[in-house]
């Protein structure tokens, strides 16, 4: 609705027609036009609405170690137990099941919105730039954002899990679509992919029982393991071992927090010179000797593979202002 025309003639325009009032001529005052008149015709146009309808949010990550910006090609020092000097070589994971937490306590999942990075159950954070180290098998892109709605209201938490839906997990990836089609982040087993893929190059190298050779990059994957079926004939895939780590995290302004990985409590436990057996780092297993250090900083029980109380008493990720 536009101001009153001389002779006290309103214009509205619709998507339909244009509507002409005739107010009456004791409207003409500013007086009663201001305090009358003016509330009862945007009412009339559709002013005032839309409180109800869906809130757009964006839930955004980054990596440090301890209070170092963690990213490719910059040196991160004091990390693991033996407080090393490393380079980023590759950080990328998964998440599903997000949701936020509501001011009565409820989780409301998010809607996630389909685009490269995200299908309406999964997103895929990249917190690699293919410099520096992570070179060899990473991506220039980035994607440090979760983005979706959630209905209009008041929340002060947030809730996810670092990995993927068994549904979508145990299909191949060369013909799958975005973001489950990145070969990096395929296992090699059961078609299944690497929930996160978190691997630094620490100074020094990592040695290795002999006759193994020592290794460049300390490896740490998660994944489901103990798994049976194969998916490309048809099979029904199973895993003994679902290593999904679950994230509660009680308070949380999703406008004006962001989510920190932090590598300098995930390997807190660890010595990233030195690998005792099995796969370089920890790549899931429940034997590897460098596991059960990594898996009680993503709560996960290794024997078990289950979240340890919905991940609320995990470190590895924390809220810091934007």
């Known amino acids: 609705c536009v101001a009153p025309l001389n002779g006290g003639v309103w214009v509205c325009l619709s998507s339909r027609k244009t509507m002409n009032f005739a107010l009456p001529r004791t409207l003409h005052r500013p007086f009663t036009l201001g305090f009358v008149a003016l509330p009862i015709l945007l009412a009339a146009c559709g002013g005032g609405g839309g409180e109800s309808g869906p809130q757009t949010i964006s839930i955004d990550f980054a990596a440090k170690a301890g209070t170092q910006v963690a990213k490719c090609g910059t ?4 990390l693991g137990s033996g407080a090393v000097s490393a380079e ?3 950080l990328r994971f998964y998440v599903s099941n997000v949701a936020l937490i509501s001011d009565t306590g409820a989780s409301v999942p998010v809607t996630l919105t389909v685009n490269d990075w995200q299908n309406s159950q999964v997103a895929l954070i990249d917190l690699e730039d293919a410099s520096g180290a992570c070179a060899a098998a990473g991506t220039a892109a980035l994607n440090t954002a979760i983005k979706g709605t959630v209905p209009a209201g008041n929340y002060n938490g ?3 899990t670092v990995g993927v839906p068994s549904s979508l997990n145990h299909t191949d990836y060369a013909v799958a679509t975005k973001p489950m089609d ?3 982040l395929a296992w090699s087993w059961q078609a299944g992919r690497k929930f996160a893929q978190i691997e630094v190059n620490p100074a020094g190298g990592v040695a290795r029982p002999a006759p193994a050779a020592a290794g460049t990059t300390f490896y740490t994957h998660l ?3 103990g ?9 029904t895939v199973s895993c003994e071992r679902s290593n999904r780590m679950d994230v509660t995290m009680a308070s949380f302004n999703v406008a004006a927090q962001k989510l920190v990985l932090d590598l300098a409590e995930l390997y807190k436990g660890t010595n990233l010179n030195a690998d005792l057996g099995g796969a370089v780092g920890c790549m899931s297993g429940t034997t590897d000797p460098e596991c059960p250090s990594i898996f009680k900083a993503l709560q996960i029980d ?3 593979g289950k979240s340890i109380n919905g991940g609320a008493s995990q470190t590895v990720f924390r809220a810091e202002a934007k």
Not at 227 to 235: A, D, I, K, Y
């Open 75 to 78: 040196t991160l020092t004091g």
């Open 158 to 160: 947030v809730k996810f």
């Open 302 to 304: 290794l024997a078990s």
């Open 182 to 184: 990145v070969k990096a």
């Open 227 to 235: 798994c049976t079926g194969n998916p490309v004939t048809g099979e």
């Open 223 to 225: 994944g489901s393991t």
């Open 88 to 90: 980023l070589h590759d």
